[in-house]
């Protein structure tokens, strides 16, 4: 009964790859986002979904890029991976309609590591 | 604009000392305010919050009241255990619900 979920929990890769992280939320909420963190634990704002619809896309390599089926799935796609990418990446969800009292839901992290 | 400003640490008290954790904002409308705690390892989990002026959020021992007057959302908690050790997160929520702002984070070590 996880309410988001993200997989993997970790991820290992190559400079140049191609990876995907997953993120799928049963909460019912409309909107999800992406947030990257650095080692220093300082939280990013990378995109945001509101029922399938891109609202937030911030200064992001355009290596990035989401992809959301339906408003209960956000993946994350990384092209041609370089070391600067190695980050922990959270997936997080909310209910737009109840702004701005609704809090983010966060998944428990993919850390990406980029050798 | 908005942002969230909290004070660095880390910070490191002996189990059952009082905790005071300095968190101000700046802010256009009327946002909602909150506090994350992140264990080792773990995404994010919501703390507390309070949504209007005056409102104090509480759980698990801590709390932490809206002040707009001083634009301030300071978290307390008056004996700390070595299980409180994490990073803790203000954040605020706009009007417009599609943007969240967090502070830096502090990361707080209980010892024994």
């Known amino acids: 009964d996880t309410a988001v979920s993200q997989t993997p929990k970790y991820l290992v890769t190559q400079m140049g790859n191609d990876k995907s992280i997953k993120c799928e939320q049963n909460?019912?909420?409309?909107?999800m986002y992406w947030y990257k963190q650095d080692s220093k634990k300082f939280l990013k704002i990378m995109f945001s979904?509101?029922?399938?619809?891109?609202?937030i896309n911030e200064t992001v390599p355009n290596r990035f890029s989401p992809k959301s089926p339906d408003k209960a799935h956000l993946n994350l796609h990384i092209n041609s991976l370089e070391l600067g990418d190695s980050a922990v990446y959270f997936c997080?969800?909310?209910?737009?309609?109840?702004?701005?009292?609704?809090?983010?839901?966060f998944g428990n992290g993919t850390r990406l590591t980029v050798t | 604009g908005n942002s969230v400003t909290q004070m660095e640490g880390p910070v490191t008290l002996s189990e059952e000392a009082f905790l005071t954790i300095n968190c101000t904002y700046t802010?256009?409308?009327?946002?909602?305010l909150f506090w994350y705690v992140q264990y080792p390892g773990e995404g994010l989990q919501l703390l507390l919050k309070?949504?209007?002026?005056?409102d104090k959020g509480s759980n698990k021992g801590f709390e932490a009241t809206y002040r707009k007057e001083t634009t301030s959302f300071h978290l307390e908690k008056g004996s700390v255990q070595v299980s409180d050790s994490a990073v803790y997160f203000c954040?605020?929520?706009?009007?417009?619900?599609?943007?969240?702002?967090f502070g830096t984070g502090t990361s707080l070590t209980v010892i024994p």
């Open positions: 997080a969800s909310s209910l737009l309609s109840q702004a701005p009292y609704s809090p983010l839901h």
């Open positions: 909460l019912g909420h409309d909107t």
């Open positions: 979904y509101n029922n399938k619809e891109l609202i």
């Open positions: 802010a256009t409308g009327y946002p909602s």
């Open positions: 309070a949504t209007k002026a005056d």
């Open positions: 954040a605020l929520s706009d009007g417009t619900g599609n943007q969240f702002y």
